[in-house]
């Protein structure tokens, strides 16, 4: 044998060795990584299938049927609002045709009595609250409660106002950053901690129990060691561990029995 070989092979053989050795206990070489929370079962529109979308009624009645955060989007009022709204005309929401960003926060109107379920054709959501609400509102309301908010637009003053209220409250944690557009997700990473997330376009493992669409896309994102995630298309997610789906995971209908 060669001398090389000699010394060569035990080298190889420790090395193959120890690998495996520590590939089966991780645990030696890395602390176990907690996440802030692990979501299930979350709100879509803040529960849009029972209660009037994104009103403060919709998201008591989904906390209290223990989901395990609110979805939300937001967009910018003509006075500097971040204001909770999925659509930025208001005719669908409340039949004025305005713009959100053509109004002042004080303006904006009331929702209507009743709300077709977009997913549902023909399935009507009621409330007794009607108001349209601020994200501060929200934030104040349900201070340690998961909340995945959506930039709606690409909105710098938006984006920076959303940022400011996430640190103001002391959310980094516990919010989940959301966009369709790669572009607007590339702000919010400016926006949140320049420099600190990666990009990763997340797997889709089919619809399952939700409504499909985006949101599947959560269900495989997961935060990268101790740094957030920025998912194009779908979230980032300062404090949330891989998003499993629940057996029963639906994000806008919520009764009680689907959770326990």
């Known amino acids: 044998m060669s001398p090389v070989l000699y010394y060569a092979l035990p080298a190889l053989g ?20 907690a996440p802030a929370f692990l979501p299930r079962l979350g709100a879509h529109r803040a529960g849009s299938g029972e209660r009037l979308e994104h009103t403060m009624e919709a998201m008591e009645n989904s906390v209290a049927q223990r989901s395990d955060f609110l ?8 006075d500097g609002v971040v204001v909770v709204s999925h659509d930025e005309n ?14 002042d926060f004080e303006e904006l109107p009331l929702c209507k009595e009743e709300l077709e379920v977009y997913f549902s054709p023909g399935h009507f959501a009621h409330g007794t609250d009607r108001r ?11 201070p340690r409660m998961p909340v995945s908010v959506e930039v709606k637009s690409v909105n710098e003053e938006l984006i920076n106002k959303v940022a400011g ?5 002391d959310r980094n944690e516990i919010t989940i950053w959301a966009s369709e557009k790669s572009s607007i997700m590339k702000k919010c990473r400016a926006a949140v901690s320049p420099g600190a ?15 499909g669409r985006g949101w599947t896309e959560l ?8 740094k957030p995630r920025i998912v194009v298309g779908a979230a980032l997610l300062p404090g949330a561990a ?3 789906p629940h057996p029963r995971e639906v994000f806008h209908l919520l009764p009680a029995h689907h959770h326990q």
């Open 71 to 78: 979805e939300l989007d937001c967009r910018l009022t003509r």
């Open 242 to 244: 891989a998003l499993r």
């Open 165 to 169: 209220l996430v640190r103001h409250f």
């Open 90 to 103: 208001l005719f669908r929401l409340s039949g004025v045709n305005r713009d959100v960003s053509s109004l």
């Open 132 to 142: 349209m609400v601020s994200l501060e509102d929200v934030f104040r309301r349900f």
């Open 197 to 211: 997330f990666s990009v990763q376009r997340p797997l889709l493992p089919g619809a399952g129990g939700s409504t």
């Open 14 to 33: 420790s090395y193959v060795m120890l690998s495996v050795f520590f590939l089966r206990r991780p645990r030696l070489l890395h602390t176990p990584w």
């Open 219 to 226: 269900r495989d994102a997961v935060r990268l060691h101790d």
